[in-house]
Nanobody, 116 residues
């Protein structure tokens, strides 16, 4: 079993920045992908960004490209999402995710609100 603990969600003004962090603990398989998804009210969760453990390959949603940066520390089993130039349409609950062969884990979610 793997536990994911998120932090960093907050209220921020348009154009501002936030950093989301997620720490994983438990039985973590070395080959995995960690990332962030977000969910708007009444919608399914959608990928924001993810990064793989071995190669460090990253993948971003089109809405995140150029504004968000994902990084990870394999030694600490953490993943960070740096979000810049935030827009009101980025307002959502953001979820940390860890995937390994045959397994898929979620954090509890953290609220990001972009509003003046």
């Amino acid at each position: 079993q793997v536990q994911l603990v998120e932090s960093g969600g907050n209220l921020v003004q348009p154009g501002g920045s936030l950093t989301l962090s997620c720490a994983a603990s438990g039985r973590i398989v070395s080959l995995n992908s960690m990332g962030w998804y977000r969910q708007f009210p009444g919608k399914q969760r959608e990928l924001v960004a993810e990064v793989t453990s071995i190669s460090g390959t990253t993948r971003y949603a089109d809405a995140a490209k150029g504004r968000f940066t994902i990084s990870r520390d394999n030694a600490k089993n953490t993943v960070t999402l740096q979000m810049n130039s935030l827009k009101p349409e980025d307002t959502a609950v953001y979820y940390c995710n860890l995937q390994s062969p045959g397994e898929n884990y979620w954090g509890q979610g953290t609220q990001v609100t972009v509003s003046s």
